[in-house]
């Protein structure tokens, strides 16, 4: 990073240094170039660090649906092995077998809407804070320009 405060043997040799506004044009394009530079590289980091944390939210919750899809499927064979012994068995052996079956389903309906919520945190899929701060950014380069 280059130091954009210029000293007195910066100037050109006059014998004084510049006063605020005597600066020649190509130092003030070659200050602005290096400033705008330095925004758009620090809104490309903020841009990968924020997606970089809505990836990982995608990831989590795809983990947690595929969890979820995992009990389903568990729930749906307590299921079948509820109503098989439903009718091979006596009352309380199926009894016990639908307790199971309604405590595999109660497991999957949260492990969904755990996976539900980071989905939900994770979208829109784009860098909104970013995207946010350029509009900024640009606007206030458009009211300086105008001045």
């Known amino acids: 990073m280059t130091d954009t405060h210029r000293t007195a043997s910066a100037a050109p040799r006059t014998g004084h240094a510049p006063a605020a506004g005597e600066e020649p044009v190509g130092e003030l394009v070659q200050r602005a170039t290096e400033q705008l530079t330095d925004l758009v590289r620090g809104e490309m980091r903020l841009a990968q660090a924020e997606m970089t944390e809505k990836g990982k939210r995608f990831g989590k919750g795809g983990g947690l649906f595929g969890g979820a899809g995992v009990l389903g499927f ?74």
């Open 74 to 147: 568990v729930t749906l064979q307590a299921l079948v092995a509820t109503v098989i012994a439903a009718l091979a068995v006596p009352l309380p052996v199926w009894a016990a077998a639908l307790i199971v079956t309604g405590v595999l389903a109660v497991a999957t309906g949260l492990t969904a809407l755990a996976g539900r919520k980071q989905v939900h945190g994770a979208t829109p899929p784009a860098p909104q804070q970013t995207i946010d701060n350029v509009k900024a950014d640009v606007a206030e380069i458009k009211e300086s320009a105008q001045r």
